[in-house]
């Protein structure tokens, strides 16, 4: 599976921004994704995910109310909607998938800065 992710920027505090991220190889849907993000001087941390069938999401705390995963099985996309954005949300953006339990499958990355 190759992920390819898009649509990152710049934006002001309290602006919207949303990011995608493109499937191909293996792009059967039976894969959960999520998207995680690498902030300047912090380790990568999860954002959010969805499952498979698309009937749950789970979120990081710190992004619960402003942001939103979902995903288009006849695209195999998967989104992130980001609303309220904090200079602290400034971050390189992965997409990835998971197989078999891991996170196995990732993306490129794409930048979002915040500006305050």
Same mark, same amino acid.
């Given at each position: *599976?190759?992920?390819?992710?898009?649509?990152?920027?710049? +934006?002001?505090?309290?602006?919207?921004?949303? *990011?995608?991220?493109?499937?191909?190889?293996?792009?059967?849907?039976?894969?959960?994704?999520?998207? $995680?993000?690498?902030?300047?001087?912090?380790?990568?941390? $999860?954002?959010?995910?969805?499952?498979?069938?698309?009937?749950?999401?789970?979120? &990081?705390?710190? +992004? !619960?109310g402003r942001f939103?995963?979902?995903?288009?099985?006849? !695209?195999?996309?998967?989104?992130?909607?980001?609303?309220?954005? !904090?200079?602290?949300?400034? &971050?390189?953006?992965?997409? &990835? &998938? !998971?197989?078999?339990?891991?996170?196995?499958?990732?993306?490129?990355?794409?930048? +979002?800065?915040?500006?305050?």
């Amino acid at each position: *599976v190759q992920l390819q992710a898009s649509g990152g920027g710049l +934006v002001q505090s309290g602006g919207s921004l949303s *990011v995608s991220c493109a499937a191909s190889g293996r792009t059967g849907s039976a894969y959960d994704m999520g998207w $995680f993000r690498h902030c300047p001087g912090r380790e990568r941390e $999860f954002v959010a995910a969805i499952s498979w069938h698309g009937g749950s999401t789970n979120y &990081a705390d710190f +992004v !619960k109310g402003r942001f939103t995963i979902s995903r288009d099985y006849a !695209k195999n996309a998967v989104y992130l909607q980001m609303n309220s954005l !904090k200079p602290e949300d400034t &971050a390189v953006y992965y997409c &990835a &998938a !998971k197989y078999g339990g891991s996170w196995l499958y990732w993306g490129q990355g794409t930048l +979002v800065t915040v500006s305050s």
